[in-house]
């Protein structure tokens, strides 16, 4: 089915691990080509096992697909697929994460990785129509000093990553032991964001602030929890990524009606929407814009501050050259026809 128009206004996505944008044709079509024997019969039967109780059991079964990626061409494939996808859906601009640990646990170097992902994104506002960036995340269930040796591994490849992220098992894994590693990414120039405040209390979101100075809190769901902690996210104007689909899915809301977007906007807040791991929780951006339009009622205006917001909050202001982008997807936004558009 094609999606309505407004679910397609021009966006970034701010908030897209790469790894949970693999498919199941994909990843089958990879297991043949690799020689890997995946524990599902088909298609169907791993799309039967996306019912999910919580983060864990839904990073168990996505760590275990990724199994599958193996060589640079893999890793191309992915992301290629993934633009692709993004562009029919309005993605103008696209923030992409990555677990380089996860795939130099099973024997696949960071330079496979990052050189097959840095392939299909060089390629993609040309073929695809968008701007790109890519984000290495540090998993916070293992130690700080593999995630040092990472950033490390990582040293020849800087030219093609933007900054640094925290993912992964969040309530207690604390920020703090990764104090030493953020240091060192902001000093070779990395931006800071960090996953928080998805399953985690309030003092989660507080952490990734005070500790790892981030400058974007990916989630920041339970926020609203503590009035001082908004007060703080709205005066510094820290933007969060909200993961609406995901969020319903790992069960940290029961359904997307009870989603607190509109009351973390009505608070102040620089919200975005985005679709987190969208081949497993339903959903990529244009997707996700049309379901909370239809499930919290939004008008067009909140539709257009969304949109608007993904931009600002985008590290499209490193350079001139970003800037000049940024200006130019901002008018875009605004010129958006919504208001002759139904649904
Ligand atoms: N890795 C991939 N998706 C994630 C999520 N939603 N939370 C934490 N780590 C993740
Ligand atoms: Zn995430």
């Not at 029961?254 to 959903?283: I, Q, R």
Request: net charge negative; proline share 5%.
């Amino acid at each position: 089915m094609s999606l309505a128009p407004l679910a397609r206004i021009p966006k970034a996505e701010l908030h897209l691990h790469i790894e949970g944008t693999l498919e199941p044709e994909l990843a089958f079509a990879l297991a043949r080509r690799n020689g890997v024997t995946l524990p599902y019969a088909d298609t169907d039967a791993l799309r039967e096992a996306y019912l999910f109780a919580d983060l864990q059991s839904f990073l168990n079964l996505y760590y275990g697909l990724m199994a599958v990626l193996l060589t640079e061409d893999d890793f191309e494939a992915l992301a290629d697929a993934y633009l692709a996808r993004a562009a029919e859906q309005g993605v103008r601009h696209a923030e992409i994460f990555f677990d380089p640990q996860a795939h130099m646990a099973r024997g696949v170097p960071m330079g496979t990785v990052v050189t097959g992902l840095s392939r299909a994104l060089a390629r993609s506002e040309e073929r695809h129509g968008v701007s790109t960036k890519l984000i290495m995340c540090f998993l916070r269930d293992q130690s700080a000093e593999s995630a040092m040796e990472t950033l490390e591994a990582a040293k020849p490849y800087l030219e093609h990553i933007v900054g640094v992220g925290l993912d992964s098992a969040e309530v207690g894994n604390p920020a703090a032991p990764f104090r030493e590693v953020y240091e060192a990414a902001a000093a070779l120039g990395l931006r800071k964001v960090a996953h928080a405040g998805e399953e985690g209390d309030p003092s989660y979101v507080w952490e990734a602030l005070d500790v790892l100075g981030v400058e974007r809190v990916d989630h920041g769901l339970r926020s609203l929890e503590d009035p001082e902690l908004v007060a703080r996210l709205v005066r510094d104007r820290i933007p969060l990524t909200l993961c609406p689909l995901s969020n319903v899915r790992l069960r940290a809301i029961d359904v997307l009606e009870e989603h607190p977007l509109v009351k973390m906007m009505d608070a102040g807040l620089l919200c975005t929407v985005n679709s987190d791991d969208p081949a497993y929780f339903g959903g990529y951006a244009g997707d996700t814009f049309h379901a909370v339009h239809e499930a919290l009622a939004l008008d067009h205006e909140r539709v257009r501050e969304l949109a608007r917001n993904s931009f600002v909050a985008s590290f499209l202001d490193g350079s001139a050259q970003d800037e000049a982008l940024r200006a130019r997807y901002l008018a875009e936004v605004e010129a958006y026809p919504l208001d002759d558009i139904t649904g």
